[in-house]
């Protein structure tokens, strides 16, 4: 069941309704209903999740109702409900992977973060869950990092480790520059 916690006020930026435009100038008059996926999108990549004021933002923008922005958005796993960590590791718990230690790399990753899944480190850096098939069956365990959703394959824990103090350091190497 949907919680309604979050009543920030959300304000798009012009650019952020710029495009939102043109995504809907791509579909037939009457037909902005189409836009909701792409926008949902865009709404993510600008603040990291999709909060209810968020959504109701969506349905005033494309004139829906907002119970049908919440549908869409709880109904596709790949939309954040709740703030997330910078990067998001996301490892696959099917079948395959689990067979080749999926389980297991998913609580190592739980004590190298000290965080349960759906949770975000204090420094904000790092949350990770559990999701379906990555289609990698093969090259299992895998995981894939969001935002830019990089996929890793083979994993262990060593390169857990490698994968996780990398982003450590590139955050701060880029910290350092601004």
Known sequence: ?????????????????????????RYPEDKQKSALLPILHLVQAEYGWISTPAMDKVAEY????????YEVATF??????KPQGKYVLEVCRTGPCCLVGAEKIMKYIEQKLNVKEGEVTPDGLFSWRGVECLAACGTGPVLQIGPEYTYYENLTEAKVDELIDGLRLKTAENAQMI
């Open 62 to 69: 494309l004139d829906l109702k907002p119970i049908e922005v």
């Open 76 to 81: 596709y796993t790949m939309f954040f409900l």
């Open 1 to 25: 069941m949907l919680k309604i916690s979050n009543t920030e006020e959300v304000i798009f930026s012009p650019e952020l309704v710029t495009k939102f435009n043109e995504i809907v100038s």
